[in-house]
């Protein structure tokens, strides 16, 4: 193996690339690892290449590239990116040579460094960035192809003002794209006029491809577009086209400095709108949602994430947007409890259904959220139907599914006290002791607003538990041995189908026997080839989860979920 610094031997690498070709040189020399210096070996690479009597770069370039699968095509590519600047070699061939690279590696993000390693090889020479052009305007695909990143990279502003006004299909299309990430300096209105035209086309492709480009180049001075392109926009948005739904996702994601207010709400109406199957607009929607939030509009996305889940009937879930539910997370405590009760108000089933999927747990030490004062509802019955709708949704994480009541008996309305501590009590306290009853405690020791009222709950409670004491010695209520053992020998066997159907079913070894020793550490057989093993000990840490099942469930299953159900299902009274 080479070290760093080593040189390559040129007349070995000529020979190579006689008989293998450019392509598979690289990828034999990268999956071998034979040149840890790769810098040397592009420089040697370009020297052998650029002479006159050269083998050409695209020799047994379809042999090579049959035999590149996955990553080892995109680690010869990286080569090739550093390579292609330096070559001087003659335009067609490398133009049809990265082509052929590019439909090899199809639309994969990375393919769009060979785009740009062209454009780097354009700028070393005018006459070359020229032939693109001259190719372009006579409609060559493989030119039209690299006609925005030669534009970019050459900032041909005048050439990309030309292609945009007077061509049009694929070079208009690229020189619009090439304008918008462009330095305009003082040619910024004249640009904006060229891009505000092609806005205005009938054409949906034109159109989206400029209000792109003209956002973007606003974002780019920090300013906001014109309001003309307001109107353009929406225009297009109006459409609900799947193009137009991504271009109001990836404005608000990626260009949201260049939009004015009523574009942002533009937008925002737009994305709600998304194709559930569309899963790469509703990723740029969870990245334009978090940078929102990041923002200061956390209340804006919290509104469109309820959309979004109940317009498409719980087919987009929160699990979609976990980049918008960690910066609301991270915003604050009182940042998420708003949403919770946003959500639980005005949202639908579906909504309330992913908010508690997404908070409730078990073990959780505490409420995940806090609810501010200026988030709860004025009119008492909606302060009472939120206490309803929180402990139907959150009834399995009773710190989560309380916190709501006591925000409303601190901050809520002075009239439905009594309804709340009713509310808490049963079904709550009457079906969870435990952490429910220590954070009960602490919120009367710390002061909490009706501590009295939750003290007398907490006597009810104990009152309760003196009552049931003895009550588990009922011999009627136990089941009997044979009961017992049947449903350990039945356990045992099913766990023992399933983890030989696993053994057999898996591509990967997920069962391993282990050999347990005194419950201190485990021996795992490793199996290292040709019949031998070894054992390899592994130090067994403890951890602990708790968990705590609702009495209710217990002493009256049908009357609690009956409970529940109407809770959940019960419908916000009409004002």
């Given at each position: ?574 004002r």
């Amino acid at each position: 193996m080479a070290i760093e610094g080593t040189s390559v031997d040129e007349t070995e690498l000529a020979i190579q690339l006689r008989t293998s070709g450019l392509v598979r040189t690289i990828a034999e020399r990268e999956f071998r690892r034979l040149d840890d210096n790769r810098s040397a070996l592009i420089e040697a690479l370009a020297t052998i290449l650029n002479a006159t009597d050269a083998p050409p770069i695209d020799l047994y370039i379809e042999d090579a590239l049959a035999e590149l699968e996955g990553r080892r095509f995109f680690l010869v590519q990286h080569v090739l990116c550093d390579l292609i600047p330096l070559l001087n070699v003659d335009q067609e061939i490398l133009l049809a040579f990265i082509t052929r690279l590019l439909d090899i590696g199809g639309n994969d993000l990375d393919t769009g460094a060979l785009s740009t390693s062209f454009g780097e090889w354009t700028k070393k020479d005018a006459a070359r960035s020229s032939k693109v052009y001259e190719l372009a305007r006579a409609g060559d695909n493989r030119a039209l192809r690299q006609l925005s990143t030669v534009l970019l990279m050459n900032a041909d502003l005048d050439e990309g003002l030309i292609f945009a006004q007077a061509h049009k299909g694929e070079a208009k299309l690229a020189a619009i794209s090439a304008l918008g990430p462009m330095e305009l300096g003082e040619r910024y209105r004249e640009v904006l006029d060229t891009l505000l035209l092609g806005a205005s086309s009938d054409d949906e492709d034109t159109a989206l491809r400029s209000l792109e480009a003209g956002y973007r180049a606003s974002a780019k001075r920090k300013v906001t577009a014109p309001t003309s392109f307001d109107e353009q926009l929406e225009r297009v948005l109006q459409t609900r086209s799947p193009p137009a739904i991504h271009l109001g996702a990836d404005l608000l994601w990626l260009h949201r400095e260049g939009l004015t207010e009523n574009a942002i709400d533009l937008c925002l109406k737009a994305v709600a709108d998304v194709d559930p199957d569309d899963i790469v607009t509703i990723s740029h929607i969870d990245h334009a949602s978090y940078q929102l939030v990041r923002d200061g509009r956390a209340e804006q996305v919290i509104r469109l994430l309820g959309e979004l889940i109940d317009r498409s009937k719980g087919q987009i879930t929160l699990g979609a947007f976990q980049s918008a539910y960690h910066a609301l997370t991270h915003a604050g405590a009182e940042v998420l409890g708003s949403a919770v009760v946003y959500w639980l108000l005005d949202g639908g089933v579906y909504t309330r259904k992913c908010v508690a999927d997404e908070l409730c747990s078990v073990g959780n030490d505490g409420p995940p959220f806090s609810i501010p004062k200026s988030s709860l509802p004025t009119n008492s019955s909606d302060q009472l139907f939120l206490c309803r709708k929180a402990i139907g949704w959150f009834f399995i994480d009773p710190l989560a599914a309380v916190a709501i009541p006591l925000a409303v008996l601190r901050d809520g309305c002075p009239d439905i006290a009594s309804d709340v501590l009713s509310l808490i009590y049963d079904p709550l306290l009457m079906s969870y002791g435990g952490k429910l009853k220590d954070y009960l405690e602490r919120y009367v020791e710390d002061g909490g607003a009706n501590g009295s009222g939750i003290t007398e709950l907490l006597a009810r409670k104990a009152a309760f538990n003196d009552a049931m004491e003895g009550i588990e010695r009922l011999v009627e209520l136990h089941p009997s041995e044979m009961q017992r053992e049947t449903e350990r020998v039945q356990w045992n066997e099913q766990m023992e189908r399933s983890m030989e159907q696993g053994r057999r079913e898996s591509i990967f070894d997920f069962f391993t026997k282990q050999y347990i020793l005194y419950g201190r550490s485990s021996l795992t057989p490793i199996h290292t080839g040709e019949g031998a093993t070894h054992l390899t000990e592994t130090e067994m840490k403890s951890f602990s989860i708790s968990s705590e099942l609702p009495l209710l469930n217990i002493v009256d299953p049908v009357g609690l979920e009956h409970m529940l159900i109407h809770f959940k299902l019960e419908p916000r009274e009409q004002r």
